[in-house]
């Protein structure tokens, strides 16, 4: 079936690293463009980037432009979150999600368990 | 970037009530909104694109409408099962942004 799987997350100190990856199966991972959408504890929902099907244009919130970098690897069905520079406010879940046609932006039918991203020291 | 409100923040309905929840876009967005669910400790469930478009699977009693600026959710006998966050999301253009969301609840 249809299935996302992120992993990746963990208790990280501020102004460090964290790369999240997202395993992708069950359709043609390659044709979607991909995204990752982030949810603070108690807090509604954060879009955080996209990446095209074919990896050629990306765009990111402003609350994480230059400081993470979405990528894919299409030989491998997985989808990244490159996270640097984190701070207490990217503690979130983090979700990967797939857009309903395969065009880069569309709403989201299928989505990741997610993964916790905890920036403490 | 085209911002999301969303009115009310909360609401407390009786099972059988219609509910209504407005989202409105900054700026026109044409149809390209969606509706999502969120249970308590659950992953988003997408409930209706193109503003009125159910996804499959989704009980009828939930609806959309609107185009431009403002949209509508509308669940037409409140269900306990229906007690979650809903948020709406344009997604015409980057940023796909969501609204702050909609808590509803059992009265």
């Known amino acids: 079936q249809v299935q996302l799987v992120e992993s990746g997350g963990g208790v990280v100190q501020p102004g460090r690293s964290l790369r999240l990856s997202c395993a992708a199966s069950?359709?043609?991972?390659?044709?979607?463009?991909m995204h990752w959408v982030r949810q603070a504890p108690g807090k509604g929902l954060e879009w955080v980037a996209v990446?095209?099907?074919?990896?050629?244009?990306?765009y990111y919130a402003d609350s994480v432009k230059g400081r993470f970098t979405i990528s894919r690897d299409n030989s491998k069905n997985t989808l990244y979150l490159q996270m640097n520079s984190l701070r207490a406010e990217d503690t979130a879940v983090y979700y990967c999600?797939?857009?309903?046609?395969?065009?880069?932006?569309?709403?989201?039918?299928?989505w990741g368990q997610g993964t916790m991203v905890t920036v403490s020291s | 970037d085209i911002q999301m409100t969303q009115s009310p923040s909360s609401l407390s309905a009786s099972v059988g009530d219609r509910v209504t929840i407005t989202c409105r876009a900054s700026?026109?967005?044409?149809?390209?909104l969606a509706w999502y669910q969120q249970k308590p400790g659950k992953v988003p469930k997408l409930l209706i694109y193109?503003?009125?478009t159910l996804q499959s699977g989704v009980p009828s009693r939930f609806s959309g409408s609107g185009s431009g600026t403002d949209f509508t959710l509308t669940i037409s006998s409140l269900q306990p099962e229906d007690v979650a966050t809903y948020y709406c999301?344009?997604?015409?253009?980057?940023?796909?942004?969501f609204g702050p969301g909609t808590k509803v609840d059992i009265k």
């Open positions: 999600a797939r857009p309903v046609v395969p065009a880069a932006i569309d709403a989201f039918d299928i």
């Open positions: 069950g359709f043609t991972f390659s044709s979607y463009g």
């Open positions: 990446i095209w099907y074919d990896g050629s244009n990306k």
């Open positions: 700026q026109g967005i044409s149809n390209y």
């Open positions: 193109a503003a009125s």
């Open positions: 999301q344009k997604y015409n253009s980057a940023p796909p942004n």
